[in-house]
């Protein structure tokens, strides 16, 4: 078993990396990465994931002038005039990724509990059931758990002295993603990890308190 302290310093010396060197990321190194991370906890242990690893140059550029052009496109409604500054920030900023040497597109898989399964076949007659039913979609089990599997990947990742960001901003360019990686109706694009060696050291965004966050109930 590793030390606490050492436990702690990886996971407070990780941070979120947007600048990457050319250097290519070693496919052994993203494999056993993965292999690590797929022992997260997951619903049902129907492990809800599929990890795509893209490291062709033209189709991490295609998915990124996918992302920028929805960027755009957001940005240049007048909706979005209101957000000034941050707006503009933002349309500099979300397709970074292009920078980078290997990216891993996460898919979802859809998995149904054996409650999902009573509460579907029960119907939209039963405003009970809809309710129910409308909390475990916000609480999305496969969604929970492929959150569970990028935080491990991100943590060995970084074990690894890679760099890598979760990026949750590509999704607004599912479709064009899901249709360059050839992705099958079955599977849902969710998330985008960029990985590479780093090229900046960026500051660590501070954490609440704990004492803001944690609340005890105790007898
Ligand atoms: C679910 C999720 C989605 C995220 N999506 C983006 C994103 O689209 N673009 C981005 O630049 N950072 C994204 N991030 C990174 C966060 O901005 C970052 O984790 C946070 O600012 C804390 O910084 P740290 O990771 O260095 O501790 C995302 C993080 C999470 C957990």
Redesign the pocket.
Known sequence: MIKFEELGELIKTR??I?KFQEKPVPEDLLLKALELATWAPNGGNFQPWRFLIVTNKDLINQMADAVKAKTELIASWPEAAQFGEVVERWRK?SDFFRGAPACIAVLMGRYSSIADQVLRARGENDPLAREIRSYRQLGNSSLQSVAAAITYLLLILHYFGLGA?????PQQAKKEIEQLLCVTPEWDFVDLIPVGYTAET?KT?PRKAITEVVQFFRP
Do not use: E, K
């Open positions: 941070r979120s947007r900023a960001i979760w990026m949750a901003g960026p965004p």
